[in-house]
């Protein structure tokens, strides 16, 4: 399956540490990758169908400075719709003036909602068409952007209905915050201060986040496989909601 990536801080912070280890599992998941993060209102999104160990957008990416407080990734392992640009995540859309990015690890059989409106897929995934249903249904729910907790009450309705169609390991995040849902597999860590070093599990890479951060920052990481070996990551449940906010979660369910 796929493999998902997402961050969210009270800061803008550097992810490229992080995005070394991830891009790493490439080798197996060699279908596309996609990176997603919040400036402000606005959001960047670097796709490409090649493997992230090889796409030459990969390796700009790598060069970026990639500083956000709000992230997602992926790196595709196909199947549903063929290797190709626009079936690769991170997907995008607009609701009430903002940008949401979203990304999927799994796959679901018999999903087939109805579609009306501004949400339909370009590709041919199931992913993409579960995150337009998610959009269109969130739009009918509510007339404009509603506080972060009715945003999840709201998602805790509607997820278990895609999820009932098979494994939906998924990614959210409007520059606000980061919604993540767990079918099979999903780990969490949140980093604070004290801050101590880092060891990537795939890569002989190290960092000293007390040298990279202030006392005040904070930021959660949710990633399919931990990233570190040497750090506590924290397993979802299976069928658990989370929601993080300013770098800590906030809701679960």
């Known amino acids: 399956m796929c493999q998902l990536l997402g961050l969210n801080a009270n800061t803008p912070i550097d992810v490229m540490f992080s995005f070394t280890g991830f891009a790493t599992r490439a080798e197996e998941h ?38 956000s407080e709000n992230i997602v990734a992926h790196i595709r392992k196909a199947t549903q719709g063929r290797v190709a640009l ?80 098979g494994t939906f390991n998924v990614m959210l ?16 860590i949140v980093r604070q201060a004290p801050f101590s070093v880092a060891h990537l599990q795939d890569e002989d890479i190290s960092v000293d986040f007390a040298q990279a951060t202030t006392p005040d920052d904070r930021v959660a990481l949710v990633v399919t496989e931990p990233l570190t070996r040497n750090e506590t990551w924290t397993a979802f449940a299976p069928g658990e909601l989370r929601v993080f906010v300013a770098g800590a979660p906030i809701a679960s369910a």
């Not at 596309?32 to 700009?60: C, K, L, W, Y």
């Not at 995040?173 to 969490?188: E, F, I, V």
């Open 30 to 67: 060699k279908d596309g990758f996609g990176i997603a993060f919040f400036e402000g209102a606005g959001a960047r999104v670097f796709v490409d169908a090649q493997s992230a160990r090889t796409s030459p957008v990969a390796e700009m990416v790598r060069r970026y400075p990639v500083r």
């Open 86 to 165: 626009e079936n690769t995540h991170p997907f995008v859309r607009e609701l009430w003036g903002r940008y949401w990015v979203f990304a999927h690890n799994g796959d679901l059989k018999g999903f087939h909602p109805r579609l009306h409106g501004a949400f339909r897929p370009v590709g041919g995934t199931d992913s993409e068409l579960a995150f337009c249903w998610l959009m269109q249904e969130l739009a009918k729910a509510h007339a404009s952007v509603p506080p972060i907790g009715e945003l999840t009450a709201t998602l805790r309705e509607l997820v278990p209905v895609v999820a009932k169609h």
């Open 173 to 188: 995040s409007n520059g606000q915050a980061l919604w993540a849902h767990c079918s099979t597999k999903l780990h969490h």
